[in-house]
């Protein structure tokens, strides 16, 4: 029978040596040990599966009531007689039959558990993200663990409260495999007089990114990972456990004029020790000679320990001699990380400049294709207004070097979103990926397109991967979260709704997923509750309704489910602009209109919307198979 169900591992430390010693004294200690358990988990609602001479292994029905268990052995047990017990506990869907257990999250939790010291309690973030809202439990994060026989890293979290050992990161090293030759490039500080200098300062650090990305045999943090640190003055080791890396390049820059001065010093980030530092004083026209120098140096630091040897070849190329665009083009990025909208209009106009001033600055075509892409695909413009643009200026940037992933990445976004050309989306992104792993846009649009493809499995483990290069990033936990509910794996998608949501408790994009995750678990009742909310936080009496109009219908509330859709269709004829298909396809579809259903998406097919094939994979819309008129539909869209 499978359940999801807190797995706890309790394991005494020290109880062989201590038989060897003592044998009267640990059989005492084992004696104790099951009469604390045993009266500890019948209060707890706990089961014991498996008891073993030292330990055991046992399940709750709730993470709560696990660790609230847990925390009352330990202090039970540093109680004289005292015994010294690590526990580990994970949530996770199992098999249980008669006294026997089977499933990952066994492994698991059997992991977490050696890893902690005596005296401590370790759960898992499934666990911890029940417990974040409980005022009486305490945690502190110890950081991401390669574990044996796990797939990615896990995050592990300790036990705080009074009684309870919290040790530090350094005390756990050598019970894993820590991670090695992973870099963070922070934010490099502004120090020049002009605050407007921001944005200069902001893109030294993007470009030592993007060089470094490009090296193999390392790993490398993605930008908005990075900059979650931005102005804040965080321990180097907190940061390093947060980001699960081993080495940490921080630095300054000074503009003034025509001189800049960038000083750079590569972190040790188990010790704090510094590795190296260097300062540079040149002349802008030299800003990219530094930054290769910089990039070339770290490449081999981080190296010395592979046979692979020093790095020799160039990493940043020139891509202008013209320093008016380049600035410019620095300006455009600054605009394009904030991802509005507005600014990303913004960031369109600074790239054009760039390219006004220097015509075969191929990285500038490559960004505007991309920004343009982003407001066509959003229904910002007007898809072939927009795919227009988006194809001129790819094949540009790739006329002038063939060598740019963000060329190939816009390529991509052109066959995927609007010309429906699947093969050869896919053939870009493998392009892209090899040209440069560490840009995660790539790895967002190919588990797109595994979606579409229906390769469910392939788009959590390519997310999964995104989110292994830029763990802090709103975007790829989100859509990691989104891949999650189309593989139907709707408890892992709350997981990662909590992770936005632990980010900023209004990031709509965080409530909505786990709304939708809700609802697909049965509980549309909550979920219209999420979706409220996240209409709310829209600030607009037209937008946000999708989500609303579904869990209306789904309630049986069919009036205020229809009066969603007369506001989302009063908002496309006040903005024509607007494409709003795909939401009344959902609400109609709730309803079980059919025809109305089957209307809006050949309309989203006509209009070259989003690819119609990725939302009618979402689970909510099975039921459309059976309906003749699908067949037909899977046909047009190849």
Request: aromatic share 10%; with cysteine.
């Given at each position: 029978?499978?359940?999801?169900?807190?797995?706890?591992f309790?394991?005494?430390?020290?109880?062989?040596?201590l038989?060897?010693e003592n044998?009267?004294?640990?059989?005492s200690?084992?004696?104790?040990?099951?009469?604390v358990?045993?009266?500890?988990?019948e209060?707890?609602?706990?089961?014991i599966?498996?008891?073993?001479g030292?330990?055991s292994?046992?399940?709750?029905?709730?993470?709560?009531?696990?660790?609230?268990?847990a925390i009352?052995?330990?202090?039970q047990?540093?109680?004289?007689?005292t015994?010294d017990?690590r526990i580990?506990?994970?949530?996770?869907?199992?098999?249980?039959e008669?006294e026997?257990?089977?499933?990952?999250?066994?492994?698991i939790?059997?992991r977490?558990?050696?890893?902690?010291?005596?005296g401590s309690?370790?759960v898992?973030?499934?666990?911890?993200?029940?417990?974040?809202n409980?005022?009486?439990?305490?945690t502190?994060e110890?950081?991401?663990?390669?574990l044996?026989?796990?797939?990615?890293?896990?995050r592990v979290?300790?036990?705080?409260?009074?009684?309870?050992?919290?040790?530090?990161?350094?005390?756990?090293?050598?019970?894993?495999?820590?991670?090695t030759?992973?870099?963070?490039?922070?934010p490099?500080?502004?120090?020049?007089?002009?605050?407007?200098?921001e944005?200069?300062?902001d893109g030294?650090?993007?470009?030592l990114?993007?060089?470094l990305?490009?090296?193999?045999?390392f790993?490398?943090?993605?930008?908005?990972?990075v900059?979650?640190?931005k102005g804040?003055?965080?321990?180097?080791?907190?940061?390093?456990?947060?980001l699960?890396?081993?080495k940490?390049?921080?630095?300054?820059?000074?503009?003034?004029g025509?001189?800049v001065?960038?000083?750079?010093?590569l972190?040790?980030?188990?010790?704090g020790?510094?590795?190296?530092?260097?300062?540079?004083?040149r002349?802008?026209?030299?800003?990219?000679?530094?930054?290769?120098?910089?990039?070339?140096?770290?490449t081999n630091?981080?190296?010395?320990?592979?046979s692979?040897g020093?790095?020799s070849?160039?990493?940043v190329?020139?891509?202008?001699?013209?320093?008016?665009?380049?600035?410019s083009?620095?300006?455009?990025?600054?605009?394009?990380?904030?991802l509005t909208?507005?600014d990303?209009?913004?960031?369109?106009e600074c790239?054009?400049?760039?390219i006004?001033?220097a015509?075969d600055?191929?990285?500038?075509y490559a960004?505007?294709a991309?920004a343009?892409?982003?407001?066509?695909?959003?229904?910002?413009?007007?898809?072939?207004?927009a795919?227009?643009?988006?194809?001129?200026?790819a094949d540009?940037a790739?006329?002038?070097?063939?060598?740019i992933?963000?060329?190939?990445?816009a390529?991509a976004s052109?066959?995927?979103?609007?010309?429906?050309?699947?093969?050869?989306?896919?053939?870009a992104l493998?392009?892209?990926?090899?040209l440069?792993p560490?840009?995660?846009?790539?790895?967002?649009?190919?588990?797109?397109y595994y979606?579409?493809?229906g390769q469910?499995?392939?788009a959590?483990?390519?997310?999964?991967k995104?989110?292994q290069?830029?763990p802090l990033?709103?975007?790829?936990?989100?859509f990691?979260?989104n891949t999650?509910?189309?593989?139907?794996?709707?408890?892992?998608?709350?997981?990662?709704a909590?992770?936005?949501?632990?980010?900023?408790?209004?990031?709509?994009v965080g409530?909505?997923?786990?709304?939708?995750?809700?609802?697909?678990?049965g509980d549309?009742?909550q979920?219209?509750k999420?979706?409220q909310?996240?209409h709310?936080?829209t600030?607009?009496?037209?937008?946000g309704?999708?989500?609303?109009?579904?869990?209306?219908?789904?309630?049986?509330e069919q009036?205020?489910?229809?009066?969603?859709i007369?506001?989302?269709?009063?908002?496309?004829r006040e903005?024509?602009?607007t494409?709003?298909d795909?939401d009344l396809?959902g609400?109609?579809?709730?309803?079980?209109?059919?025809d109305?259903?089957?209307?809006?998406?050949?309309q989203c097919?006509?209009?070259?919307?989003?690819?119609v094939?990725?939302?009618?994979?979402?689970?909510?819309?099975?039921g459309?198979?059976?309906?003749?008129?699908?067949a037909?539909?899977?046909?047009?869209?190849?």
């Amino acid at each position: 029978m499978r359940q999801l169900v807190a797995i706890v591992f309790a394991d005494m430390t020290g109880y062989t040596a201590l038989m060897q010693e003592n044998e009267r004294l640990a059989k005492s200690k084992r004696k104790r040990l099951k009469e604390v358990l045993d009266a500890t988990l019948e209060k707890y609602n706990g089961k014991i599966l498996q008891n073993y001479g030292d330990g055991s292994l046992s399940i709750f029905q709730s993470a709560i009531d696990a660790v609230n268990c847990a925390i009352h052995i330990q202090q039970q047990l540093r109680l004289k007689p005292t015994v010294d017990l690590r526990i580990g506990i994970h949530t996770g869907d199992v098999t249980v039959e008669e006294e026997t257990i089977y499933g990952d999250g066994v492994n698991i939790a059997s992991r977490i558990e050696s890893l902690a010291v005596s005296g401590s309690i370790f759960v898992s973030e499934k666990v911890y993200d029940e417990l974040k809202n409980q005022q009486d439990i305490y945690t502190r994060e110890v950081g991401f663990f390669e574990l044996k026989n796990v797939k990615r890293p896990m995050r592990v979290f300790a036990i705080a409260n009074e009684g309870i050992v919290v040790p530090h990161r350094s005390d756990v090293i050598g019970k894993t495999t820590l991670p090695t030759n992973r870099l963070a490039v922070l934010p490099f500080v502004n120090m020049s007089a002009d605050a407007e200098n921001e944005y200069f300062s902001d893109g030294i650090t993007e470009e030592l990114l993007n060089a470094l990305t490009r090296v193999g045999g390392f790993q490398v943090t993605s930008r908005t990972s990075v900059f979650a640190f931005k102005g804040k003055h965080d321990d180097i080791r907190d940061i390093a456990t947060k980001l699960n890396v081993d080495k940490v390049l921080e630095g300054s820059v000074r503009k003034v004029g025509n001189r800049v001065r960038i000083t750079a010093q590569l972190i040790n980030a188990a010790d704090g020790y510094h590795l190296w530092s260097e300062s540079y004083d040149r002349n802008l026209t030299d800003i990219f000679e530094v930054q290769d120098e910089i990039s070339g140096i770290i490449t081999n630091k981080l190296r010395e320990n592979f046979s692979a040897g020093h790095h020799s070849g160039q990493l940043v190329k020139t891509p202008t001699d013209n320093i008016d665009a380049y600035t410019s083009y620095l300006r455009a990025l600054h605009y394009w990380n904030k991802l509005t909208p507005a600014d990303t209009r913004k960031a369109i106009e600074c790239f054009e400049r760039a390219i006004a001033l220097a015509p075969d600055y191929a990285q500038a075509y490559a960004m505007a294709a991309g920004a343009y892409s982003q407001l066509g695909s959003m229904g910002q413009m007007l898809p072939a207004e927009a795919f227009e643009i988006v194809r001129r200026y790819a094949d540009k940037a790739l006329e002038i070097d063939d060598s740019i992933a963000e060329g190939y990445i816009a390529k991509a976004s052109l066959y995927l979103f609007y010309e429906w050309k699947w093969e050869a989306c896919y053939n870009a992104l493998q392009r892209a990926i090899k040209l440069n792993p560490g840009v995660t846009t790539a790895y967002q649009l190919l588990a797109y397109y595994y979606i579409i493809m229906g390769q469910k499995e392939d788009a959590v483990k390519t997310m999964e991967k995104a989110v292994q290069l830029d763990p802090l990033s709103p975007i790829m936990n989100q859509f990691l979260g989104n891949t999650y509910i189309f593989a139907e794996q709707y408890d892992d998608a709350i997981c990662r709704a909590d992770v936005l949501l632990e980010m900023n408790p209004e990031m709509r994009v965080g409530i909505e997923l786990k709304g939708w995750a809700t609802g697909m678990k049965g509980d549309w009742e909550q979920a219209l509750k999420l979706f409220q909310e996240v209409h709310r936080l829209t600030n607009h009496p037209l937008k946000g309704l999708m989500g609303v109009g579904y869990a209306y219908a789904m309630i049986g509330e069919q009036n205020k489910a229809m009066e969603c859709i007369q506001k989302l269709e009063r908002r496309q004829r006040e903005d024509p602009n607007t494409i709003i298909d795909g939401d009344l396809v959902g609400i109609w579809y709730a309803l079980g209109n059919m025809d109305k259903v089957f209307y809006h998406i050949s309309q989203c097919v006509k209009k070259r919307t989003a690819p119609v094939n990725y939302f009618l994979e979402y689970p909510v819309f099975k039921g459309l198979a059976k309906d003749p008129r699908y067949a037909e539909l899977r046909l047009k869209t190849n």
